[in-house]
């Protein structure tokens, strides 16, 4: 079992940036591909940012891209995301995900999340 447990949401104006952690424990993540996805009030879970446990190799959601950039340290047992430039549209729960197929990062198919951190964008 693997427990995800995520860290700097908050409130920030358009335009700023938030750097969101994911803790992981119970396993080491090395050998997972790693993820965030959000979910805005009344609408679907969305993905957000994944990174592949093999390469390295990242994919973004069309939303993001440019403006967000997810990392792991392996040694740490830690994944962040780097969210720039932020749109109140960017508005959401932000979780962190773990151990899902490369393939299928973008749904919601991922075996182990987290809590949920806030974060919120004002105009």
């Known amino acids: 079992q693997v427990q995800l447990v995520e860290s700097g949401g908050g409130s ?25 996805l959000r979910q805005a009030p009344g609408k679907e879970r969305e993905f957000v940012a994944a990174i592949k446990w093999t ?3 990242t994919r973004y959601g069309d939303s993001v ?26 508005t959401a729960v932000y979780y962190c ?10 749904m919601t198919s991922w075996r182990y999340w987290g809590q949920g951190t806030q974060v919120t964008v004002s105009s």
């Open 12 to 36: 920030v104006q358009a335009g700023g940036s938030l750097r969101l952690s994911c803790a992981a424990s119970g396993r080491t993540i090395s050998n997972y591909n790693m993820g965030w």
């Open 55 to 57: 390469d390295g190799r």
């Open 65 to 90: 891209k440019g403006r967000f950039t997810i990392s792991r340290d392996n040694a740490k047992n830690t994944v962040s995301l780097e969210m720039n430039s932020l749109k109140p549209e960017d």
């Open 97 to 106: 995900a773990a151990d899902a197929p490369w393939t299928i990062v973008t």
